[in-house]
């Protein structure tokens, strides 16, 4: 490896620059991150730096009477030097490059490191705007690649760039031909639904869990704090409930706020945020499993909270709509799953037989499994009734499960794998119809594969077809 | 008294009937209950010659509940052995285990990711080979201990090339 001191390491005139590179970013080639990332670098040592003199503020005062002012600004200015320094070269040879087939990222300015992501295994590709990124017009792109697990991100971009690459990304790996893909910019979106910030906000005022944190954090802190006579314990226990509070009400409200959802050939567009805005796609091919909630309070008023599971990392919480009517969520669901009908799915849905209360006493009213032509649905939850549609297409593997007691019931559960790592379980349901249902779900789920939409959805359909 | 013994196919919890089903090895079996010995039998001595060597005779008692274990473990390894069988369908794999908590795991060939067969130290002692199926699931959970080699090879063969045959993307 070459040291970063005596040469610039990527250095395109580097006699043996070729020979190493060739395969991955010829010379010349590639594209730099934008200017203002080395300040991110550099951020992060200096704030490291400041935090361990503010820690040790005293002795430091010491050192610097006795060893004079001088030295110790020196010291800090070599460091300043240093990082930015470090910040500038791991800059330079940060580059990326797009084929036909890959986006190629290369870092690393002793350990090089060159990735490869395949456009065809792309599953979403996000770009986040932190607050202070978008004070300096930048963003950050979020790759997710099957099998890749962790996400890859091309941090920082100007905005601008980063819209065109994205779309250009997109524009391959959903078919289109390469020489029209970067000539084809941002293909354009068209708005299907955005929540209401009333409703939004209402919606989280109706969740449980948030009130739940509240009373937890006035009745349990007090307690602890009058037995214990000390408040660091009262501190202990009240911090994480005040992040449960914030998650559940504030926080939530901030990163939904302005909840958008459009359409485009590249697949739903998700916006969102109030002060860090977040953008992410969702390429419909790849949803792997629907989850459709129902919290109690929102029940009465038919608001439903809709989450996705896709193959690699989802966007944040996998959130699809934080919260929408049913009306609403019967369109959209079409554009995910075209053959799924919301209401014909939800119906059929059977509960489970009553003598399941001997297992499960209150909460068997919550289970329930249906299928239709398209899908596998699980329910479960009284409180919080969750349902997960599995399209056939999907599934990875069937599995039953029957325990001890369960046998005695006469009783097993359906547990269907699906590819984003996530299983719907179809618990308490008859033994035999179990039985034949695994059966004919392995087989429904052989025929659905058949006749799936191909991966690439683009090209699967005729221009124009998505509108 | 095993009144539990069934051959493969007559299954008495879920299942499929067919008469293909295919037993794992006998070598399992006396794979395992070494390895019980080689835990309980030590514990089991342990037990009985330290506490009259301290001068606490009656503790010695204390071996007679890791014996118990033991011949039951001995017994219920026979059982779940008994369990373990498997079937090669024209589309999938099924695979059943289990006495007491059963289950039946269908995988569809052109879901298999990767088909992997290891085979330790002690496993090859007794010629025994073990095949892990992997689809893009991670719950699948999908793995036939107790092979012999011979077999894993074929079946690996076998799924790896009907799994290239029915492949579908995710």
């Known amino acids: ?467 | 008294m095993d009144t539990v013994v069934r051959g493969p196919g007559s299954g008495g919890g879920p299942g499929v009937a067919d008469d293909r089903w295919r037993p794992i090895e006998a070598g399992v079996l006396s794979l395992r209950r070494l390895l019980l010995v080689c835990w309980l039998g030590p514990l089991a001595l342990v037990g009985a010659v330290l506490p009259p060597l301290l001068g606490a005779p009656l503790w010695a008692l204390l071996a007679l509940p890791v014996l118990a274990a033991g011949g039951w473990g001995w017994w219920a390894l026979a059982r779940n052995w008994r369990s373990w069988r498997y079937l090669e369908r024209d589309d999938d794999l099924l695979i059943s285990r289990g006495v007491l908590w059963q289950q039946l795991t269908v995988v569809p060939y052109g879901r298999m990711q990767l088909v992997e067969v290891t085979s330790g130290p002690l496993e090859r002692r007794f010629g025994l080979a073990r095949l892990q199926l992997h689809t893009a699931a991670a719950a699948t959970d999908a793995a036939i201990p107790g092979l012999a080699p011979a077999e894993a090879e074929r079946l690996r063969d076998r799924l790896t090339e009907l799994g290239e045959a029915r492949s579908a993307g995710l």
Do not use: C
């Open chain 1, 1 to 467: 490896m070459n040291g970063p001191g005596d040469q610039p390491p990527d250095a395109p005139d580097a006699p043996d620059a070729p020979a190493e590179n060739g395969a991955e970013i010829p010379v010349g080639q590639g594209k730099r991150l934008h200017p203002l990332t080395p300040w991110r670098r550099a951020w992060a040592p200096l704030a490291g730096l400041f935090a361990v003199a503010l820690q040790n503020a005293a002795e430091v005062r010491d050192q610097a009477e006795g060893a004079g002012l001088g030295w110790l600004l020196l010291g800090v200015a070599v460091l300043v030097l240093g990082a930015t320094a470090y910040g500038y070269l791991s800059w330079r040879v940060t580059r990326y490059l797009v084929t036909d087939t890959e986006l190629r990222i290369r870092t690393g300015l002793l350990f090089r490191r060159t990735a490869h992501l395949r456009l065809d295994r792309i599953q979403a590709i996000d770009i986040s705007r932190p607050l202070l990124a978008r004070a300096f017009g930048v963003a950050k792109l979020k790759m997710d690649v099957v099998g890749s697990g962790s996400a890859d991100e091309l941090a920082f971009l100007a905005e601008r760039e980063a819209t065109e690459l994205r779309a250009e990304l997109l524009a391959r790996a959903a078919g289109i031909a390469p020489e029209a893909a970067s000539s084809a910019g941002e293909a354009p979106a068209r708005e299907l639904h955005q929540v209401d910030a009333r409703m939004l906000g209402w919606s989280l005022a109706l969740l449980g869990s948030g009130w739940g944190a509240l009373l937890g954090a006035l009745l349990v802190t007090p307690l602890i704090w009058l037995a214990t006579d000390s408040v660091l314990p009262a501190l202990a226990v009240l911090l994480p409930l005040l992040a449960a509070i914030w998650r559940g009400s504030l926080g939530a409200f901030l990163t939904q706020y302005g909840w958008t959802v459009s359409e485009s050939p590249d697949g739903l567009r998700l916006d969102h945020g109030l002060l860090q805005r977040d953008h992410a796609t969702v390429p419909p091919g790849r949803v792997q499993a629907v989850k459709i909630v129902e919290p109690l309070l929102w029940r009465p008023r038919g608001w439903l909270r809709v989450q996705l599971d896709v193959a690699g990392e989802g966007n944040v919480g996998g959130l699809l709509l934080p919260v929408a009517t049913r009306e609403t969520v019967r369109a959209l669901l079409g554009r995910i799953l075209p053959e799924v009908d919301l209401d014909q799915t939800l119906g059929a849905v059977n509960p489970a037989p009553r003598r399941a209360r001997w297992a499960v006493p209150v909460w068997r009213v919550g289970y329930g499994h249906g299928v239709t032509d398209a899908v596998f649905v699980a329910r479960r939850g009284r409180l919080r009734r969750t349902h997960i549609l599995v399209p056939h297409a999907k599934v990875q593997s069937v599995r039953l499960t029957q325990g001890p007691w369960e046998r005695r019931l006469r009783l097993a559960s359906i547990h269907v794998d699906q590819g984003a790592g996530g299983t719907a379980t179809a618990r308490l349901q008859d033994a035999t119809y179990a039985t034949d249902e695994v059966a004919r779900q392995a087989e429904r789920s052989r025929l659905g594969r058949r006749t799936a939409a191909p991966d690439r959805w683009l090209t699967a359909r005729p221009a124009g077809g998505a509108g």
